[in-house]
């Protein structure tokens, strides 16, 4: 069974910076393309970066372009979402998934495998 464990959410006021981390244990890592989503309080999940196999090919949000960065290290099993600039509305709960067909898929129904989240709140 795959497993997603993501970490580095927290606090932090706007303009700061964060740096998401996710650990995939149980299959096979570099096979899976992976996407971050967001879900805020009475929102949809929404699709933040996805990250090919290789990490050769990447795709955000719009709005979080320039700001975001997703990336991947296949030898630690383990894929990265560096947000910086961030705003109020980054406020979410933050999301890794796995999709171990290897796609890159912009909707959440594209991934079989999820984490628990981490949580990311920007003060004004």
């Known amino acids: 069974q795959v497993q997603l464990v993501e970490s580095g959410g927290g606090l932090v006021q706007a303009g700061g910076s964060l740096r998401l981390s996710c650990v995939v244990s149980g299959g096979t890592f570099s096979s899976c393309g992976m996407g971050w989503f967001r879900q805020a309080p009475g929102k949809a999940r929404e699709l933040i970066a996805t990250?090919?196999?290789?990490?050769?090919?990447?795709n955000y949000k719009d709005s979080v372009k320039g700001r975001f960065t997703i990336s991947r290290d296949n030898a630690k099993n383990s894929v990265y979402l560096q947000m910086t600039s961030l705003k109020p509305d980054d406020t979410a709960l933050y999301f890794c998934a796995a999709d171990p067909l290897g796609g890159l898929g912009f909707e959440a129904s594209d991934y079989e495998f999820w984490g628990q989240g981490t949580q990311v709140t920007v003060s004004s």
């Open positions: 990250i090919t196999r290789s990490g050769g090919t990447t």
